[in-house]
């Protein structure tokens, strides 16, 4: 229950593992290796009972800052599309002229590929150099 309580109050994984597996090494449980390739196995336990408690747990120190950063740089990009975006239009100034010229004269043909029949997508096989006769 402390550890749950714990994990309640903000206290990161981490930090709570790598104090159960010192606590074990100190009593002489298991020796130093024993203990390091024990962290994850403990992490994920402790997550676990976290979200059994539904509690909101942190894995490390930095995680609030890293959360905050990415959701802000999300919501920057999203804003962002949302306003460059022009209805599927390409933005004004966004490619040379002569391209977009190009490209709305290109003869586009209307036919799906999932329309195509299994004798047209046959592509002839060139003769191998090995059957070939002299």
Do not use: C, H
Request: aromatic letters at 4%; hydrophobic letters at 40%.
């Amino acid at each position: 229950m402390p550890m749950v309580l714990a994990l309640g109050d903000g206290v990161p994984v981490t930090d709570l593992a790598m104090q159960i597996g010192y606590v074990g090494f100190r009593e002489g449980k298991w020796n130093p290796d024993l203990m390091m390739m024990l962290m994850e196995p403990l992490m994920y336990l402790l997550m676990t009972l976290a979200e059994k408690a539904d509690i909101q747990y942190r894995i490390n120190d930095e995680d609030d800052e890293e959360d905050t950063l990415f959701e802000e740089k999300a919501k920057n990009i999203a804003e962002t599309i949302k306003e460059k975006t022009n209805k599927g239009q390409v933005p004004n100034n966004a490619l040379p002229s002569d391209i977009v010229e190009k490209i709305k004269s290109l003869d586009i043909p209307q036919e799906s590929l999932l329309g195509r029949t299994e004798e047209s997508m046959v592509e002839e096989q060139p003769q191998s150099l090995l059957t070939r006769e002299q």
